[in-house]
């Protein structure tokens, strides 16, 4: 006998498919401890396993609930009521998932690999946007141009070979002039609303401090934070060395940005212009010992300087700093190199997994808690994608399961013809019951491969 799938199975294959990994690392309770309880009505697990598997349906909410064949039992009110809840603190979702998962990945990694934190921002676009809560004029540093929206600062986990996104806070402007939209809430600092909005009209350098902090003591805290010079400063490298960590960043090439070398304060092409250059073509120009010091500060950090050819200009220089002096040259611009692993990540949950683009949100509130789920898929492809033997990337793997879902929806499809045809014999030709399978039966498996194979049936015999 050949049995095809219920078509109710497939409407939550998705849901199947994410069902193992929220079990697995117990996601209903992460659920309950940042506030996600169900108030009524449908369950907030199935709530959050429908949003992280809407991106793979190719669909947005209206469209998705638009179609007739799609049958959910609930609307897309209930969606938008569940990510809009203030008091949920949708900010610890990613990062406790992450301190489960890191440790399952570190299983996979050799011992002697280097891990670290990575420190990075991108622009959160909303240029069509008008009334959303704490819109901003924010500037885009690489265009070099303004834009309105948020500035999302991201922390992340890295082997070097998966990169795991540990916290995240989006940033509105803290100049009032820049301010387009004011909070929509009534101030209460006793609330998490409050101290959302809050944090996100802090400064930069001080939300990547709280960061670090928040993360010692976790599987996620490692010994060195990466960072691009957008970040470097003398009392920035402090702060972080105050915390236990060792930066390894890039220099901003600034006069006022000054280093103790040789007694004298200087600044890094100072120091450039008056030590002797390393000859030939060697990986890095220039290696030096340095102090680290700012009045905030009352001790001088030791750090190492190491200077490197510019790939695009073999006449200028990059000078990277690490104030974890055991390090060699090559560890420094090795163990830095892997800062990179962000930038792919930036671009994959805005391109791919529909950051900015998959919901019209105006509570912050909920543009959090959407930026949460997209951060709750990334971690699902990047454990999946792991632990699988294959080693498929990350967007190859977001394909492969969205062909499954094309799969899926022609087995629905094949589904509903069988059962009509079932119904016309016994209507109009009289057969019995078990003469129409046995037709079926030879139907099926008389079938041309290329369609049996996407097929998901068996075949039972007695």
């Known amino acids: 006998m050949a049995i095809i799938h219920h078509p109710e199975e497939i409407d939550t294959t998705i849901e199947k498919r994410f069902a193992w990994f929220y079990k697995r690392f117990k996601i ?17 697990g199935r709530l959050l396993s429908f949003i992280v598997g809407l991106v793979f349906t190719y669909k947005n909410l209206y469209t998705l609930f638009a179609d007739k064949s799609t049958r959910m039992s609930f609307g897309n009110d209930t969606v938008y009521r569940f990510m809009n809840r203030p008091a ?47 819109l901003s004029w924010c500037k885009d540093h690489s265009e070099n141009r303004y834009y309105k929206g948020f500035t999302l600062l991201n922390m992340g986990w890295s082997d ?54 928040r993360v010692k003591g976790t599987p996620a805290q490692t010994q060195h934070v990466l960072f691009d010079s957008w970040f470097n ?38 120091i450039h212009r008056m030590s002797k250059k390393r000859p030939g073509s060697s990986r890095y120009l220039l290696s030096v010992k340095v102090q680290v ?36 040259e090559e560890e420094v611009i090795t163990l830095y190199a892997k800062r990179w692993d962000i930038e792919p990540f930036h671009k994959f949950i805005k391109s791919t997994l529909r950051l900015t683009k998959e919901f019209l949100l105006r509570s912050f509130d909920g543009i959090t ?3 949460a789920m997209v951060f709750v898929r990334y971690l699902f492809l990047s454990y999946e994608s792991r632990i699988n033997a294959d080693n498929r990337a990350i967007g190859g793997l977001f394909i492969d399961i969205c062909d499954e879902l094309a799969d899926i929806s022609f087995t629905h499809a094949f589904w509903i013809m069988m059962e009509l045809l079932k119904s016309c014999l016994a209507d109009f030709a009289g057969w019995a019951a078990g003469y129409i399978q046995a037709l079926i039966d030879r139907f099926i498996t008389s079938l041309p491969a290329f369609i049996s194979d996407r097929l998901r049936f068996c075949v039972c015999e007695s």
């Open 28 to 44: 209903g309770n992460i659920l309950h401890r940042i506030n996600a309880d169900k108030e009524k009505g449908v369950a907030v």
């Open 88 to 134: 949920v603190n949708w900010e610890k979702l990613a990062p406790l998932l992450a301190v489960e998962i890191i440790p399952e990945i570190e299983k996979l990694t050799d011992d002697t690999r280097r891990s670290a934190l990575i420190i990075d921002d991108t622009p959160y676009y909303r240029n069509r946007s008008k009334k959303v809560e704490l």
């Open 160 to 213: 070097g070979v998966t990169f795991v996104p540990v916290d995240f806070q989006l940033v509105a402007s803290g100049n009032d002039r820049n301010l387009l939209e004011e909070s929509h809430i009534k101030e209460d600092h006793r609330t998490i609303a409050t101290r959302r909005r809050k944090a996100a009209r802090t400064e930069k350098p001080e939300l990547v401090l709280q960061m670090l902090q």
């Open 233 to 270: 400063s003398p009392k920035a490298i402090m702060g972080i060395k105050h915390l236990g960590y060792d930066a390894v960043s890039r220099c901003k090439n600034n006069e006022n940005y000054r280093y103790l070398y040789e007694g004298q304060s200087r600044s890094i092409s100072q």
């Open 293 to 328: 010091q700012h009045a905030d500060f009352e001790k001088k950090v030791d750090a190492k300087i190491v200077y490197v050819r510019d790939r695009n200009d073999r006449k200028k220089w990059i000078a990277l700093i690490s104030t974890d002096i055991s390090l060699s």
């Open 369 to 371: 808690a959407h930026t």
